[in-house]
Structure formats: structure tokens, C-alpha cells
């Protein structure tokens, strides 16, 4: 194993003679081979995460187990505890700059895993239904080639091992606005940053990449529609909350379907509804909650803006009040068109033209999109679909599955990105 890795080190110098091809060829056949010998180990990691899976702010053994990881691969440069259980590390190469960063997320759900596997959630109504386990996984196994290879890397690679990914406890800050206000993209510099999702919808050997808009915006909304108390069978003597909500709920749906252009997605979904103690008394009040996805900044505030309108006017016409608080939690993942531009050919080399798609906006939001607003990002989902070991069901449900053999996949994706950016962007060859 050593062996093979260490010709391909004392052959590196070489190839800066050789052509630009060639050069990128035998770079390609290095990670591939590096990330099909290291990939057993990375099962290994990702079965045990899996079995331990932790809430988003309580990642503590997550933590640490990938600390511990890149210490024994022989990276010194591992700093813990950013955002509460983040973990970031730094990789030198040959020179200092130019640095890229490589963002993984690390926590699970509250689900309660359904899916028979020998090395199943042990901790009961936790999984890991979202895929963050491969997620932390890959990423060690990235940080394992890309240290192998350290000698001939143009720059520095920045490990983002990201906690609180699914939103935090109330009251508690965290996730990639956290790490972000703790100065992650600092000290040194990043250039960029890849990160990647896995995609239950997509066969493994695929990846996804979309420039511009990919994910989501996230909004949350809570709405207190407030009427007044009234016996059931008198409802003039107070006002229904009620009657109230429902008109509110039906009105609110109007501003996807008929008040937003039709060419831009917007999705608006309401998961709570809470009111009333007794079938013979109309409440006081009628609580809602839901979300809104949008992709574009100008209909996300012309959403933000209907939403109230449309819900306040409601409830006043129904003789009640409506009480709204209408909360940013995320922008949408927007994908650097230009580096989207400058790295698609590097997905095409790593899984084949064919299996280098490009993806249509998805409407579920990540937080990566932070990393976004700061410095130019590319996100890219990976295929983890194969019907024959029942890799089927989507994420954050109880039978969640995926391929491993994606895992290669993902790791020769991430390690290659690297790679060729800092290639690029450090003027040496292009690969
Ligand atoms: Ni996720």
C-alpha cells in the first residue's frame, strides 16, 4: 500500500515535464487507486458513526472519534471544539497557499432507524437518516489520500468537519454560521469550497452539479391566529380561530399557485397545527408553523412579504388577529457559476461524462449555503441509489440505506476537486 504510493510520489516531480494530460492522467490513477485501497477503512468509520449517531450540538463522540482519525493519519494540524463539536484540520502541501476547503456535516435525526442493519443506530430515536456519517466518512478518507499525496499539493487543504447541520436546540447557535463567525474561512485564507450530499434518487457512480441555484432557501414561519373564546354552539358571541386558520391556511397556498411567477419554484408547506381542548368550545387561539423554499433573493422577499399581507388580511376578515414571526434560517445553496465552469470537467474525468449530470433545483436546503455567501462554493450531490442492496428510500426516513460503494466515489470526487483547483489556482499545469 505504502509502496505504490510512494513511487507515485518520487514520479510526481517528472511530471511537471510531461504533458498537461498526462500529467492530470496519472494524478487521476493515483487518487483512484489511493481511494479503492483506503476504502474498506472508510466502511469501517462509517459503520461505526452510524451505530453512534448524535443530534445536532451533541456530536461530542462524533467529534472526537474524527479528531482522533486525522491524528492517527499523521495530521498535526487538528484544531476541536469550533461551533460547540466542530472539527477542522489543515493539510500543507508543498506550499502554503493557495487553501480549499472541504466541508462535511456530522450530525443525525431524530428518527428511529427502521432498517434491520447489523451496525444500526444504538441509540434509540437517533439515526443517521440523512447521510452524515458518509458524509464525515468520505471526508477522512479524503484527508487520508490527500495527506499520502501532501508532497505534490500546490497549497493547503482546510478539513471542515461541520456539527448542526439540521438546525440547533432552540436558543443554541451553531452550524455553518457558527463556524463561520469563529473564523473557519480565516487564518488561513480559503480560495473556495466543495462540499457534497448524498442522493438516495441518483444510481451510485453519478454525480450531480448544478451552477447557480441548487438548494433552497429555508424560511420558517409560526403564525398565532388569535380569536376569541366562545361556546360551540354560540360561535357569534366570540370569534373562531378556528374557521379563521383554515381560510388562512387555504389563502397562503394562493401565493405559490397564482401571486409568484410560475417560472420560479416556490414551495409553502405548513407541518403544524395546534388548537382547541374540548369538542364543544371554540379556542382562543390556533397556532401554525410550516416553511417557505424559494431559489431567488427577489421572490424570497416578495414570498416574505405576501405571506404576511395574505395572513394578516385573512385572519382580519374573519374578525381575528394574526401574530407572525417570519424567520430567516438559511439562503439557498448557489453554486459559483464560474467554478462550477472551471471544476465540471474534473467531475467528467473522475465518474465519466456520462455520469457527471447536471442537477434540477431540489427544494430541501442545506447549510452549506453559508460557506456560499462568503467565498465561491460548488456543492454536488452524490448517487448512493442500487436497488440490488435496497438503497431506495429517501432521506430523513426510518428505512434510509445507502450504496457503500458510493464511498470511493465520493472520495476520489472530493480529493480530485482539490486537487485540480489548487492546480489550477497555484498556475501550475493544468490537469
Ligand atoms: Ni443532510
Given at each position: 500500500?505504502?509502496?505504490?504510493?510512494?513511487?507515485?510520489?518520487l514520479?510526481?516531480?517528472?511530471?511537471?515535464l510531461t504533458?498537461?494530460?498526462?500529467?492530470?492522467?496519472?494524478?487521476?490513477?493515483?487518487?483512484k487507486s489511493?481511494a479503492?485501497?483506503?476504502?474498506?477503512?472508510?466502511?469501517a468509520?462509517r459503520?461505526?458513526?452510524?451505530?453512534?449517531?448524535?443530534?445536532?450540538?451533541?456530536?461530542?463522540?462524533?467529534?472526537?472519534?474524527?479528531?482522533?482519525?486525522?491524528?492517527?493519519?499523521?495530521?498535526t494540524?487538528?484544531?476541536?471544539?469550533v461551533?460547540?463539536?466542530?472539527?477542522?484540520?489543515?493539510?500543507?502541501?508543498?506550499?502554503?497557499?493557495?487553501?480549499?476547503?472541504?466541508?462535511?456535516?456530522?450530525?443525525?435525526?431524530?428518527?428511529?432507524?427502521?432498517?434491520g442493519?447489523?451496525?444500526?443506530?444504538?441509540?434509540?430515536?437517533?439515526m443517521?437518516?440523512c447521510?452524515?456519517?458518509?458524509?464525515?466518512?468520505?471526508?477522512l478518507?479524503?484527508?487520508k489520500?490527500?495527506?499520502?499525496?501532501?508532497?505534490?499539493?500546490?497549497g493547503s487543504?482546510?478539513?471542515?468537519?461541520?456539527?448542526?447541520?439540521?438546525?440547533?436546540p432552540p436558543?443554541?447557535?451553531g452550524?455553518?454560521?457558527l463556524?463561520?463567525?469563529?473564523?473557519?474561512?480565516?487564518?488561513?485564507?480559503?480560495g473556495?469550497?466543495?462540499?457534497?450530499?448524498?442522493?438516495?434518487?441518483?444510481?451510485?457512480?453519478?454525480?450531480a452539479?448544478?451552477?447557480?441555484?441548487?438548494?433552497?432557501?429555508?424560511?420558517?414561519?409560526?403564525?398565532?391566529?388569535?380569536?376569541k373564546?366562545?361556546h360551540?354552539?354560540?360561535p357569534?358571541?366570540?370569534?373562531?380561530?378556528?374557521?379563521?386558520a383554515?381560510?388562512?391556511?387555504?389563502?397562503?397556498h394562493?401565493?405559490?399557485?397564482?401571486?409568484?411567477?410560475?417560472?420560479?419554484p416556490?414551495?409553502?408547506s405548513i407541518?403544524?397545527?395546534?388548537?382547541?381542548?374540548?369538542?364543544?368550545?371554540i379556542?382562543?387561539?390556533?397556532?401554525?408553523?410550516g416553511?417557505a423554499?424559494?431559489?431567488d433573493?427577489?421572490?424570497r422577499?416578495?414570498?416574505?412579504e405576501?405571506?404576511?399581507?395574505?395572513?394578516?388580511?385573512?385572519a382580519?376578515?374573519h374578525?381575528?388577529?394574526?401574530?407572525?414571526?417570519?424567520?430567516?434560517y438559511g439562503?439557498?445553496?448557489?453554486?459559483?457559476?464560474?467554478?462550477?465552469?472551471?471544476?465540471?470537467?474534473t467531475l467528467?474525468r473522475?465518474?465519466?461524462?456520462?455520469?457527471?449530470?447536471?442537477?434540477?433545483?431540489v427544494?430541501?436546503?442545506?447549510d452549506?449555503?453559508h460557506?456560499?455567501?462568503?467565498?465561491?462554493?460548488?456543492?454536488?450531490?452524490?448517487g448512493?441509489?442500487?436497488?440490488a442492496?435496497?438503497?431506495?428510500?429517501?432521506?430523513?426516513?426510518?428505512?434510509?440505506?445507502?450504496?457503500?460503494?458510493?464511498?470511493?466515489v465520493?472520495?476520489?470526487?472530493l480529493?480530485q476537486?482539490?486537487?485540480?483547483?489548487?492546480?489550477?489556482?497555484?498556475?501550475e499545469?493544468?490537469?
Open positions: 500500500m505504502r509502496r505504490r504510493t510512494l513511487r507515485w510520489l514520479v510526481f516531480p517528472l511530471l511537471c504533458p498537461e494530460s498526462q500529467a492530470g492522467d496519472e494524478g487521476l490513477a493515483a487518487v489511493l479503492e485501497q483506503f476504502a474498506p477503512q472508510v466502511v468509520w459503520r461505526d458513526l452510524h451505530a453512534h449517531p448524535e443530534l445536532s450540538n451533541r456530536e461530542q463522540r462524533t467529534a472526537q472519534t474524527v479528531a482522533e482519525i486525522l491524528r492517527e493519519i499523521g495530521i494540524d487538528v484544531r476541536t471544539g461551533a460547540r463539536h466542530g472539527v477542522v484540520a489543515l493539510i500543507h502541501g508543498n506550499r502554503a497557499t493557495p487553501v480549499i476547503a472541504l466541508r462535511a456535516d456530522m450530525d443525525a435525526l431524530p428518527v428511529q432507524e427502521a432498517t442493519l447489523p451496525f444500526a443506530s444504538q441509540n434509540p430515536g437517533v443517521h437518516a447521510g452524515h456519517d458518509a458524509h464525515t466518512s468520505m471526508l478518507g479524503t484527508a489520500v490527500l495527506f499520502e499525496l501532501r508532497e505534490s499539493l500546490p487543504v482546510k478539513l471542515i468537519f461541520q456539527p448542526a447541520e439540521e438546525g440547533t436558543g443554541e447557535e452550524g455553518a454560521a463556524m463561520i463567525k469563529e473564523g473557519v474561512l480565516r487564518e488561513p485564507e480559503v473556495a469550497i466543495f462540499g457534497l450530499h448524498v442522493a438516495p434518487d441518483l444510481p451510485t457512480g453519478q454525480v452539479y448544478r451552477a447557480g441555484g441548487m438548494l433552497a432557501s429555508v424560511d420558517r414561519f409560526r403564525v398565532a391566529v388569535r380569536g373564546q366562545s360551540a354552539a354560540m357569534w358571541q366570540g370569534a373562531d380561530p378556528i374557521v379563521a383554515a381560510h388562512v391556511i387555504t389563502a397562503v394562493t401565493i405559490a399557485s397564482h401571486r409568484v411567477d410560475a417560472r420560479q416556490v414551495v409553502i407541518g403544524i397545527i395546534r388548537g382547541g381542548q374540548a369538542w364543544n368550545i379556542p382562543e387561539q390556533v397556532v401554525l408553523e416553511t423554499r424559494t431559489h433573493k427577489t421572490v422577499d416578495r414570498v416574505a405576501l405571506f404576511r399581507t395574505v395572513v394578516e388580511q385573512t382580519a376578515a374578525g381575528t388577529q394574526a401574530e407572525i414571526e417570519f424567520s430567516d439562503p439557498p445553496v448557489w453554486n459559483d457559476p464560474e467554478l462550477v465552469a472551471r471544476m465540471k470537467p467528467a473522475v465518474v465519466g461524462e456520462a455520469n457527471a449530470v447536471e442537477s434540477p433545483p427544494m430541501v436546503g442545506e452549506f449555503a460557506y456560499g455567501q462568503q467565498i465561491p462554493g460548488m456543492f454536488v450531490f452524490l448512493v441509489r442500487n436497488e442492496v435496497g438503497a431506495v428510500h429517501p432521506l430523513h426516513t426510518p428505512q434510509f440505506v445507502l450504496d457503500e460503494a458510493a464511498l470511493s465520493g472520495i476520489r470526487t480529493s476537486l482539490a486537487i485540480d483547483w489548487l492546480t489550477r489556482t497555484a498556475g499545469p493544468a490537469p
